[in-house]
């Protein structure tokens, strides 16, 4: 009898243990199907963002009479207080832009209005020609988020983006070049090892 018990328990043992495996497999998919629950460890997203939808035109907002004030939602987007985002859309994830390995684009969103990226002088040190996408993949060769390079081009990271390299590693990581949809004079520079992204500026 003892010896049934035993077998039993050796054949069943792995049967129970499967939905758990299977869980841990699948944690972080979504509905579609896509992984979304990894981020960085070496993904290279095979192409850039798509552009942002453009908002709809809204109406002029109703005449302010002399002495009234305005409501917060009604003042010129460019008088009211930087957002601070949150860009951490699951548990684990960095609160940087970032790109899912089902190449999903997480924060890159604003849309081509976005006033930050405004620039009097687009392309004002020329365009980047060193290549583009994952088959182009340049290993960081030293500087800061003033000013970086690898094989002879320099970059520099848009002020706002800097909180998001300060766990970049200057003189080793992996990154890829993308080029902005929405921002015209901007770059986007991946992070293969983290799997987060910044706006950067080609300085030539």
């Known amino acids: 009898m003892k010896h049934h018990v035993v077998l039993l328990a050796i054949v069943l043992l ?12 699948n944690r ?16 290279i997203p095979p192409r850039g963002p798509a552009p942002a939808a453009q908002p709809r035109v809204q109406q002029r907002p109703p005449q302010q009479r002399p002495g009234e004030q305005r409501p917060a939602e009604q003042r010129p987007a460019e008088q009211r207080p930087a957002e601070q985002r949150n860009f951490r859309d699951l548990e684990g994830h960095p609160n940087a ?48 988020p003033n000013r970086f390079w690898f094989r002879g081009f320099y970059f520099s990271v848009f002020p706002d983006d800097y909180p998001f390299v300060s766990d970049w590693l200057w003189d080793s990581d992996s990154i890829v070049i993308y080029e902005d949809p929405d921002h015209p004079g901007w770059y986007l520079a991946y992070n293969a090892r983290l799997g987060t992204y910044v706006h950067v500026m080609f300085l030539g």
């Open 14 to 25: 792995p049967c129970l243990a499967l939905p758990g495996l299977t869980q841990g497999r």
């Open 28 to 43: 972080g998919r979504d509905d579609r199907g896509g992984d979304r629950g990894r981020v960085g460890g070496g993904f």
């Open 97 to 144: 832009p970032h790109v899912h390995t089902n190449g999903e684009w997480v924060g890159h969103d604003t849309g081509r209005d976005d006033r930050r990226f405004h620039l009097d002088h687009v392309w004002e040190h020329g365009r980047f020609r060193g290549g583009f996408g994952p088959r182009h993949v340049f290993r960081l060769e030293g500087g800061g």
